[in-house]
């Protein structure tokens, strides 16, 4: 007999350095999972993505057990780390915040492919590049 889900939670934490302390603990405390299993299997699972925000989605069973998918990191986190900044601009009309290359742009939508709603990486450099002009990033050649 498969397993019934009970619950799926979302969330974004940072890669390897998931504790029981808040905010997963507030999250997954209440829906009943081991949090130092979840802690321990997320570390391991994103050990090489060190000081990354990734996105997972969790699965939560009715026999309190899980399991869990982590995504590819959000496409703001991805710019500001390109274009080496802390953050983007709070309006639009504040100007250039930052500049990234076509080249980096490119990576970032082969990147982000998967989880985007895109089929080719051209419509995918579309979508990040609305999300840099949001953010006061320029794209050069």
Known sequence: MA???????K???????????????TVLGPAGINLQEFCTKYN??????MGDILPVEITVYDDRS??????????????KK?????????KKAD?????????????IAETKLPDL???TVDEAMKIVAGTARNMG???VD
Not at 11 to 25: D, I, N
Not at 82 to 88: F, L, S, T
């Open 11 to 25: 969330l974004q934490v940072v890669a390897g350095k998931a504790t029981p302390a808040p905010p997963v603990g």
């Open 44 to 49: 391991d699972a994103t050990r090489d993505k």
């Open 66 to 79: 899980f399991d869990f998918v982590v995504k590819t990191p959000p496409v703001p986190f991805l710019l």
């Open 3 to 9: 397993k019934e889900v009970v619950r799926k939670i």
């Open 82 to 90: 390109a274009a080496n900044i802390q953050k983007g601009a709070s």
């Open 117 to 119: 709603n895109a089929y």
């Open 95 to 107: 100007g250039v915040v930052g500049k990234i290359t076509t080249s980096q742009l490119k990576e």
């Open 137 to 139: 990033i320029e794209i």
